[in-house]
């Protein structure tokens, strides 16, 4: 493999749509192997702008906006980080020969919960909740009457879990109703769940290119209203039931193509696995990768774009914790206790210009036993002071 310097005529070149934290963990990625990085985001100083070659702020859903960056940088591959971005744009810049990873197509899928239940259920058969899409809060009564109480009710596009939640009776519909519309992303149309009453659910990081697929350990999370909290990896399930999810998580990954990373979520009850959705990016609670794994995720995902071998080294088992805002500001600060930089510990500031209660503004990572780790991991983000 051929690789470059950044801001030269003959760079490999990354565009990153999208530059929260896990955009800049990519970016870093990127520079390391001598790729020259260009962050865009729809706000200024966004985490990934800080650490970029370059970095611009445009409307990420307006089609022009998107496709004129692309063609004033000519980017050797285009990473699509985010949902909230015109997909118009993408199959543009893929007809005229760019990039996009791991391609137009998966994107459209993946960006649009519709798009990718029907293909895992209808196209590649596999086992999923019971489901139905509404557009209005009268089909909503009826789809909630057909798959019973709880359910689970979410925009068919969104991020981070915003607009989600659960309703357990009648009552609670018109609250979800009112969450889901309020929602960043595209809340026309909703995608209501039969709940599910899995025993734990698991996101499994699987890495593809043209050669090899690879799987990192299993990753258990907790989440509130969608959006994570922690994480730990690995996540202690049977090697009957693991290797039904690896290859789910193949069947999925392989029907969408591409190179890059995916987060594929999966329900486990008993020896069954349900799908649930899926990613083609590094996921949030791959975040853990940094500690637990000798090329994290987002070192993963920068290697399977290149081309390059996707071997890597489990340390052992870790923690980690989603540290948010409690409040609201323009110049954010944080108490950080010395002691959460130890021997098997530390703090990741994201960097975000702006901070606002519940915002994700930092991540606790731990080494070591998963009930032990967890609780360092707690205390940390629990001592966080903002001032």
């Not at 259920?121 to 009268?138: N, Q």
């Not at 990954?253 to 009850?269: N, Q, S, W």
């Not at 649930?276 to 609670?285: L, M, Q």
Request: charged share 25%; hydrophobic share 40%.
């Amino acid at each position: 493999m051929i690789l470059t310097t950044p801001l030269k005529s003959n760079s490999i070149k990354i565009i990153l749509l999208g530059s929260g934290e896990l955009g800049k963990e990519v970016a870093i990625e990127a520079n390391r192997l001598g790729a020259e990085v260009v962050a865009i985001d729809s706000y200024p100083n966004a985490p990934a702008h800080l650490v970029a070659n370059k970095s611009y702020v445009i409307d990420m859903k307006n089609k022009e906006e998107v496709l004129e960056v692309i063609r004033r940088e000519k980017p050797t591959f285009i990473l699509p980080e985010i949902e909230a971005i015109s997909i118009e744009a993408l199959f543009e810049a893929e007809k005229e020969g760019f990039r996009v990873i791991p391609n137009a197509e998966a994107v459209n899928k993946t960006m649009n919960r519709k798009n990718i239940r029907e293909f895992a259920s209808k196209e590649l058969g596999l086992l999923t909740s019971k489901y139905r899409f509404v557009k209005s809060y009268d089909e909503l009564i009826i789809a909630a009457k057909a798959l019973g109480f709880p359910c689970v009710i979410k925009p068919v596009m969104s991020s981070s879990g915003h607009g989600q939640s659960v309703a357990y009776n009648f009552e609670d519909l018109m609250n979800s109703w009112e969450i889901a519309k309020e929602a960043r992303g595209d809340a026309s149309e909703l995608i209501v769940e039969e709940f599910v009453k899995f025993d734990y659910e698991i996101t499994l990081l699987t890495v593809r290119n043209e050669k090899q697929t690879v799987f990192c350990e299993p990753i258990g999370h907790v989440q509130k209203d969608g959006d994570y909290i922690f994480s730990w990896q690995p996540m202690q399930m049977s090697e009957k039931t693991k290797i039904k999810a690896k290859e789910m998580a193949k069947s999925v990954t392989d029907g969408l193509g591409g190179r890059g990373i995916f987060g594929v979520e999966l329900f486990i009850k008993g020896d069954k696995v349900y799908f649930s959705e899926v990613s083609p990016r590094p996921h949030d609670t791959g975040m853990v990768t940094m500690i637990t794994q000798s090329q994290s995720e987002f070192a993963l995902h920068i290697r399977a774009v290149l081309g390059l071998p996707l071997e890597f080294i489990t340390y052992g088992s870790g923690v980690s914790a989603a540290y948010k805002s409690k409040t609201d500001t323009f110049t954010p600060k944080f108490n950080v206790p010395d002691n959460s930089f130890s021997k098997n510990s530390f703090i990741r500031i994201f960097g975000k210009p702006r901070s606002h209660i519940g915002r994700r503004m930092a991540v606790a990572l731990v080494f070591g036993k998963i009930e032990e780790s967890m609780e360092q991991a707690k205390e940390i983000i629990n001592a966080i002071k903002e001032s």
